[in-house]
RNA sequence: CGGGGCGUAGCGCAGCCCGGUAGCGCGCCACGUUCGGGACGUGGAGGUCGUAGGUUCGAAUCCUGUCGCCCCGACCA
């Protein structure tokens, strides 16, 4: 076969764009940083939208929508996290154009529209929802506040890569808001819990729960909890965060209530999210060198048909067998498309749904109508079988879970083999610099000690997981006593 | 923002050094033969060479400015 897109081996950066590309999810658009997501791309996103949407709905969430724009002011109300984003902001100063009195026919920004006050295009959502949450919350009555939005956020970012990074992002972002600590941070974690169950059942990708590093958390944050994953290049991927923000926010917007005991007190707040940058976990978590392995319960087409067929009479034959296959498989739920177009042939299609990473195809030709059978391949393995037509409808959901089963296991084995328990520096670099992946040691907890090893190697504390057991050891960079291994790998 | 590279047909590129009016592959269109793993033949359409200015009889090619993209760093979901 044909390839026309290169080996994982070869250039893992460049075989993820070119599959990115061939499997027609986005491509850079002409706006610097910003990305088109193509309708196959956006297809595969709504999917995520659906799951993540009703888990979120599951746990008592509601959506909502805020603006685009926070005014400056607002921005740099709490001051850590206006700092951690400040070099990353788009700034809106002006509200008008004008024609170009020296160049005909241009427009130049007007100075005389000049805003008195700049608006930042968010970044991220919290200032302008605490200072929203404010006007809402006076007694523990207003109490809790669970809101979700679906948004697209902007973070000027030096360089970018279609869906790990893009100027404009797509994304969810809870923000929450509780009576107790306690309150919230069960939020938190449980959030974390919702967004690692979704990734794991959906995308179909095994993930590690933990909690950020000082110096990785985010900015305004009390504690940053994560999920990481692993790339098929031994690269690690943060995949989702849930934070517990403390009463950080609420200070900074004055947000206090009065408590059942009459007293007042600062709120104690959430936020948590997960972005387009799913899409870009799974495909470089689970595709080949032939194109995406799309898990079905995020595929958007999870069947497709595609006849064999040389003349218009042949085609009308076949059809007729697909019609019940058809009605069969809608019925029992599935999306299957049925590719009659006479403008490409077979093999061409075949390729073609490979590189897009539909689940399953059924081929059918005048040779299965006269068995009364049809060609069954799996994307994710490859195989191909031929299967009596009355068992197609039964068969097929079944195989389909198979499919979504195989995806995690591979993924899980794999991120198995590429975690490795180190106890020294040398065994760390050693690692690093050959087969990468997860490495499990023994860190200090210092801020300082992370900066030199990431100085050094590049390699960063991804997580402290939250499963870590207990267990004297020795930091493998300071030789200071450590009581549990932490995660270290590069990342994306 | 520091270092390097590149903007030529829808996509990928050659031509530039040494100035003379633009070419290749894929794709696209038409017809015919094909059709159970990315078909082939023949014919055809498509480009003010990123942009602005300069040098020159003449600029894709030389010079200057400018915009954008890619790679490596720093930053990051």
Redesign the pocket.
């Known amino acids: 076969?044909?390839?026309?897109?290169p080996s994982r081996a070869e250039d893992y950066?460049q075989w993820y764009?070119e599959l990115v590309k061939q499997a027609d999810l986005a491509e850079?658009s002409?706006?610097?940083?910003c990305m088109v997501i193509k309708p196959y791309g956006y297809a595969i996103w709504e999917k995520m939208q659906q799951g993540l949407d009703k888990m979120f709905k599951d746990t008592g969430h509601v959506n909502a929508y805020f603006p685009l724009f926070v005014p400056k002011s607002m921005f740099e109300a709490e001051e850590k996290n206006a700092e951690?984003f400040a070099?990353?902001c788009a700034i809106v100063t002006h509200y008008r154009l004008k024609t170009d009195p020296v160049n005909k026919g241009k427009l130049i920004v007007d100075p005389e529209a000049k805003l008195e006050e700049e608006l930042v295009v968010r970044p991220t959502s919290e200032a302008i929802i605490w200072s929203t949450y404010k006007k809402w919350i006076q007694s523990y009555r207003d109490l809790p506040i669970l809101i979700n939005q679906w948004a697209n956020v902007v973070?000027w970012?030096?360089?970018?890569?279609l869906f790990?990074?893009?100027?404009e992002?797509l994304w969810q972002e809870g923000h929450t808001a509780h009576e107790t600590k306690q309150e919230a941070e069960k939020e938190a974690h449980q959030m974390l819990n919702v967004y690692a169950e979704f990734v794991e059942n959906f995308i179909g990708l095994p993930v590690i729960k933990g909690k950020k590093s000082e110096g990785e958390k985010?900015p305004g944050a009390v504690d940053t909890y994560c999920i990481e994953a692993l790339m098929q290049d031994g690269k690690a991927l943060?995949a989702g965060?849930s934070h517990f923000l403390g009463q950080n926010f609420a200070q900074a917007f004055d947000v206090q209530f009065s408590s059942k005991e009459g007293k007042l007190d600062y709120v104690w707040g959430t936020s948590w999210g997960v972005?387009?940058?799913l899409i870009g976990a799974l495909i470089m978590a689970h595709s080949d060198d032939?194109g995406l392995i799309l898990p079905p319960k995020l595929a958007p087409i999870h069947v497709v048909i595609v006849p064999?067929?040389?003349?218009e009479e042949e085609l009308a034959k076949v059809s007729a067998a697909v019609e019940p296959i058809l009605k069969q498989l809608r019925a029992a739920g599935l999306s299957v498309k049925f590719d009659n177009r006479d403008t490409h042939?077979?093999?061409?299609k075949?390729?073609?749904y490979?590189?897009k990473g539909v689940p399953v195809r059924i081929?059918?030709?005048?040779?299965?109508?006269d068995n009364g059978t049809v060609?069954v391949?799996r994307r994710d393995t490859?195989e191909?079988s031929v299967m009596k037509t009355e068992t197609v409808a039964t068969a097929i959901p079944k195989l389909l879970e198979e499919i979504q089963q195989n995806i995690y296991n591979r993924a899980l084995k794999f991120r198995s083999e590429m975690t490795t328990k180190v106890d020294s520096y040398d065994e760390f670099k050693k690692v690093l610099d050959g087969k990468g992946g997860f490495i499990l040691a023994h860190w200090d907890g210092t801020v300082e000690t992370e900066a030199k090893i990431k100085e050094e190697t590049?390699a960063t504390v991804r997580c402290i997981p939250l499963d870590a057991v207990e267990e004297d050891g020795k930091c493998v960079f300071s030789g200071k006593p450590s009581s549990r291994r932490v995660v270290f790998a590069r990342?994306?």
């Open positions: 076969m044909a390839k026309n897109i950066a764009v850079n002409d706006v610097r940083g951690g070099k990353e973070r970012e030096m360089r970018t890569r790990l990074r893009t100027t992002f985010f943060q965060t972005t387009t940058r032939d064999i067929f040389r003349s042939k077979p093999g061409f075949f390729a073609e490979e590189m081929a059918i030709g005048p040779r299965d109508l060609e391949a490859k191909k590049k990342a994306y």
